[in-house]
Each structure stands twice: as structure tokens, then as C-alpha cells.
């Protein structure tokens, strides 16, 4: 969970090692812009990604949720 945290760029690989997680929160950060690709992929037990009040935003790469077999929510 990641809360008032005060991350611009979650990058590539981000979470890489944690293949064990099922549920990531993103929330209260107003200075993440931009969320890069692969930044969630190949986390075979992931089944929720919420991102909420990260109103600065601005990008997500289309290849940032690659090879999650269990995601529910998003």
C-alpha cells in the first residue's frame, strides 16, 4: 500500500521480486505523473490494483499491466 507517498514516476520493474503480492494501492499522491510499462507485469497471485486521488496523473502506459493472469480490479 502505498499512501501520501510522494513518488513522480512509478518505473519499470517497480515491483519486480514481489511475485507473491495480490492486491497493490496507489493512493493520496499528488505528484505521481506518470506510471511506466511493465511496471506491474508478470505477477502471477495479483488480483486488485487501485489507483485513486493521483490527480496529477497525466500517463499510464498501455503495456503496464502485462502477464496478470488473476487481476479482477483495476
Do not use: C, M, W
Amino acid at each position: 500500500r502505498f499512501v501520501l507517498t510522494k513518488l513522480r514516476v512509478i518505473q519499470k520493474g517497480a515491483f519486480s521480486g514481489f511475485g507473491d503480492l495480490e492486491k497493490i494501492e496507489i493512493s493520496q499522491n499528488d505528484v505521481l505523473e506518470v506510471i511506466e510499462a511493465d511496471v506491474f507485469s508478470n505477477l502471477p497471485k495479483l488480483h486488485e490494483i487501485r489507483i485513486e486521488k493521483a490527480n496529477n496523473l497525466l500517463y499510464i502506459n498501455p503495456e503496464a499491466f502485462q502477464n496478470l493472469p488473476n487481476l479482477q480490479y483495476l
